[in-house]
């Protein structure tokens, strides 16, 4: 199982994945101050910026991690049933490409309304920073794909040898 290389590919898109559970992966500030966070569950402001913590968190996104998460662990588990893993791998990949584009619109969306806010205040508009957890899923997207390759692999030569017999 942990020969396999895709078995290591797996096991770091399940690690970039709770790292990103658990870390902010956005915010916006001004100077040096923070004033909104973003994470995968929760959007927070501070400041003169609190009246925006009224809007609905981005719960989804931490579904989402939750979910590949769910996969990854299933595909490692499944290393002799080669097809089901291949799907499983693939469904994963379909979920962090819609993960990449919903981060995209609430960020979006989220810095519309802090822009809004700031506007009708007369204060300064905050910039929004990345944080590099944002990268993390566009790293396992990447990974799953060589992930994908490898299981091609596998269930080729297993395939070949097959047809020797």
Request: glycine share 6%; charged share 15%; aromatic share 14%.
């Amino acid at each position: 199982m942990i020969q396999r290389i895709q078995t290591v590919y797996l096991a770091l898109v399940l690690i970039f994945s709770f790292v990103g559970v658990i870390s902010t992966i956005g915010e916006w500030a001004v100077a040096d101050s923070v004033v909104a966070h973003f994470s995968n569950f929760t959007f927070g402001a501070e400041g003169a910026f609190k009246a925006l913590d009224a809007t609905s968190g981005p719960w989804c996104l931490g579904v989402l991690l939750i979910m590949v998460m769910f996969l990854s662990t299933m595909s490692i588990m499944l290393f002799r049933k080669r097809m089901r893993q291949l799907r499983l791998t693939i469904f994963s990949t379909i979920l962090l490409v819609g993960y990449v584009a919903t981060y995209a619109v609430f960020a979006y969306y989220y810095h519309l309304n802090i822009q809004e806010f700031a506007e009708a205040a007369g204060s300064i508009v905050p910039t929004f920073h990345l944080k590099f957890v944002a990268i993390f899923p566009v790293l396992s997207i990447i990974l799953n794909c060589l992930a994908i390759q490898g299981i091609r692999k596998d269930e080729a030569l297993v395939r070949s040898l097959d047809r020797i017999r």
